[in-house]
């Protein structure tokens, strides 16, 4: 498959445990972050998304934790599972701007041992 | 409802050469983005059109353009092709007029010789 990036940061857990992938944002404006997951040959696949009005957001599995005091995101994902293992990336896009536009960070290499 | 489909899925051209891509959203999304993903730069945002209009562009040079027809499929060209334009383009479409969460497509994988 394609390789998306070849000198990413990595995050290497075992099948089971709980995974914490870091993402810091750069625009004070950005108001509304998504989390993607890329897997190899594929498009980013949408996670899980948070607005700045909130600072925790829960899905299925995972969790995404915005800290706007430092521009910080978090994605937690519970029971890890190999078919979490993808690249994964932070977006973030200023809600009042009119368009669609995302920025994106450089992405973090999970990979799931069994 | 089918997904974002992007043509050709591969490509490879030679320096100098143009190139034009194609992308069709989601039914009834009216706004698509390009992006362009490498190795050494990542997810980079190229352009976004809404209801036939551009309305907002990232830093790329001249050559690289784009338009939107009516049934809201867009298509991307790159002219006077570079080495460094090799990547993967990406489309994505957004039911919400601005600020909203983008469908990605599986990307057109360009190789440029």
């Known amino acids: 498959g394609e390789s998306v990036g070849l000198h990413l940061p990595t995050l290497s857990v075992q099948e089971g445990d709980n995974s914490i992938i870091n993402c810091a944002y750069s625009n004070s404006a950005s108001d509304y972050f998504i989390w993607y997951k890329q897997e190899s040959g594929k498009g980013p696949q949408f996670i899980i998304d948070i607005r700045s009005n909130m600072d925790k957001r829960q899905g299925q599995r995972v969790t995404v934790l915005l800290n706007k005091t430092v521009k910080h995101l978090s994605l937690q994902i519970a029971a890890t599972q190999p078919g979490d293992s993808a690249v994964y990336f932070c977006a973030e896009t200023p809600i009042s701007g009119g368009y669609n536009k995302l920025i994106f960070g450089a992405g973090t290499r999970l990979a799931v041992h069994p | ?113």
Not at chain 2, 1 to 27: D, E, F, H, N
């Open chain 2, 1 to 113: 409802k089918a997904g974002v489909t992007q043509t050709p899925r591969y490509l490879i051209k030679t320096r100098g050469q143009q190139v034009t891509l194609s992308c069709s959203p989601i039914s009834g999304h009216r706004s698509v983005s390009w992006y362009q993903q490498t190795p050494g730069q990542g997810l980079q945002f190229l352009f976004e059109y809404f209801s036939e209009t551009q309305r907002n562009k990232g830093n790329f040079p001249g050559r690289f353009s784009g338009r939107q027809f009516s049934n809201s499929r867009s298509e991307m060209n790159v002219s006077t092709l570079e080495l460094g334009d090799s990547a993967l383009y990406l489309c994505a479409s957004s039911l919400e007029s601005n600020g909203g969460w983008e469908f990605f497509g599986p990307g057109t994988r360009l190789t440029v010789l």
